[in-house]
């Protein structure tokens, strides 16, 4: 128990769960993850880089509110609501079944903000949350017993909550924290009581009867009847599938891949900024019981391109556009040197310490928030900006005065530094090194800045970036490459690295390239586990940190894409066909997966595993249709 907040757990629910059994809810401001008990283990308000008020996932005394059959070993079966965020958690008890829908609502708030069916607002038009957790409950047959326990943890589980009713009625409670946190209130058709720092409710539902429990936070109204919780979760489901229905997605076997990924990425994303965050949670460990435990909650500039690929691959325009003016925003600012990671409303200082009072996640310590490696030195940050200017604006577009000014800034600083050592990709928390990638990241932004400056007219400027480029590309083919002709992680070692699989991705050396092929390869047979992609082998770098790690679905991804590029498209889509079958029963991803036990591993969901989803299984089906049309078929 901590400062007085019990977890109220029944006997045998003091286990985690498996990462992967999470379901994942947003309303693109904050998230949830919710057990396959139906219990919230994970919501940070008012923002999803927030204080958590639930944090069980990360301490079973740290806050949680499950809703479900008295009975808590009754098995469960979930699935999305098709085209949203919306999910379905389904117990087949001996007396009768069960079904709660969990959503985080978007608007509207009043029966007057709804549109009609044909008159709906369109999907690309703003439409903020509604600060409400919209849990309803339906019985499908027979009678099932329902317990509710909502045991708030302000601060990370540090603050204790205090119920009260704020009228005469036992349908509505209030949870103020003893000192920092959010005001809660708890709306519902059941009778509440309290148990301390617990809300509870007891029902016997029989067949046909629904309830509904509202958890809002905000001025916003939440429902307050069963038949306005009915309609505004109807309406979110809409807002989610239309959304959906302005993306391009190919009639293909994996098509469902793409959306549920399409789907986890706005999901993840923070719609007043336009910001997109690694992934939801921070501190699920990337080795058992380890401490590669870190807070992903920002976002990543280095992904920015790849972001911007991704979402315009699948026609998400909209989405694309508000993340690069995010992220040109943070770019421009004034006599700003461009970090690695913001937070997502551009906060520059993401200073990291550790919440002791937490066990973590199967013990897994210390638990962090904040992020240390934001004010590391990593090159591809420069690369990544201007390549993103260059995929934004086009071949044959002008870059205007704004966007021109942060390429120059950009494409100086990579200029003037490329020969200095960084941390490199993976953030490596040990001496810097002479990575490879980060010179290529380096060559990107040369090449792509000296693109762009010659659609300006800056003749004498291009041709002095290209050859910025050309001299760093000369210097990475001297000594990044082995006698075997394979790429390797830095300059001083032999040891391979995945990030060099994005060279011909890049456009660094062409595909049919020996040196690419080589490596690719090598990557393939050699740094793998069951066929998945490690970053790297810990015991052949020194990262600074210890124990080992599973392997990085990311990479195993990039691995797909590179075997596309060099003609192998056969071993290409075994391996897709193998990483899609690795998803979460919901299609979601953590960061990495154990090769042996298929288990997740890492935060989650991981935006940019889902990223490189998108990018490997287009690529995927790009080929195959190549393939068919030289062939004749179709």
Known sequence: MINGVGHGLGPGQSHFPPIEDYAFLSDCETTALIAPDGAVEWLCLPRMDSPSVFGAILDRDAGRFRIGPAAIDV???????????????????????????????????????????????????????????????????GQVQVDMDCTPAFDYGRVAPQWSYPGDSYHEAIAEPQSAGPRLRLTTDLNVGFEGPTATARTLLKEGQRRFVALSWSKHAPPATLKDAVRRLRWTCHHWQHWLDRGTFPDHRWREHLQRS??????????????????????????????????????????????????????????????????????????????LMYGIDGEGELHESTLDHLSGYEGARPVRIGNGAYNQRQHDVWGAIVRAVDLHTGPHRRVEDRLWRIVQTQVQRAVKHWREPDQGIWEVRSDAQHFTFSKVACWVAADAGARIAEVRGEHELAARWRASAQEIRTDVLANAVDERGVFTQHYDTKALDASVLLIPLLGFLPPGDER???????????????????????????????????????????????????????????????LLASASSLGLYAEEIDPHSGRHLGNFPQAFTHLALINAVTAVIAAERALANNSGLS
């Open 75 to 141: 098995p469960s079966a979930r699935r999305y609501i098709p085209g949203t965020m919306v999910v379905e958690t389904s117990w087949w008890t001996p007396g009768g079944w069960l079904v709660v829908a969990d959503a985080l609502l978007i608007g509207p708030w009043h029966h007057e903000d709804e549109r009609s069916e044909t008159h709906r607002r369109a999907p690309t038009d703003y439409v903020s949350a509604a600060h409400v957790l919209l849990r309803l409950l339906r019985c499908v047959n």
């Open 516 to 578: 690419v092929r080589n490596t690719v390869l090598a990557i393939a047979d050699e740094l793998t586990e069951e066929d998945l992609v490690l970053r790297y082998r810990p015991d052949e770098t020194a990262d600074g940190l210890s124990g080992e790690e599973g392997t990085f679905t990311i990479c195993s991804f990039w691995l797909v894409s590179a075997l596309v590029e060099i003609g192998e498209l056969a071993r290409a889509r075994t391996l897709c066909g193998k």
């Open 262 to 339: 399409a789907l986890t990425l706005k999901g993840l994303s923070f719609a007043p900024s336009g910001a997109i965050v690694a992934a939801a949670t921070t501190s699920l460990p990337e080795s058992p019981g380890g401490e590669r435990n870190w807070d992903y909650r920002y976002t990543w500039i280095r992904d920015t391109a790849k972001t911007l690929w991704a979402l315009n691959a699948l026609g998400l325009d909209w989405e694309a556009n508000d993340f690069f003016r995010f992220v040109a925003d943070v770019a421009g600012a004034e006599d700003s040197d461009l970090q």
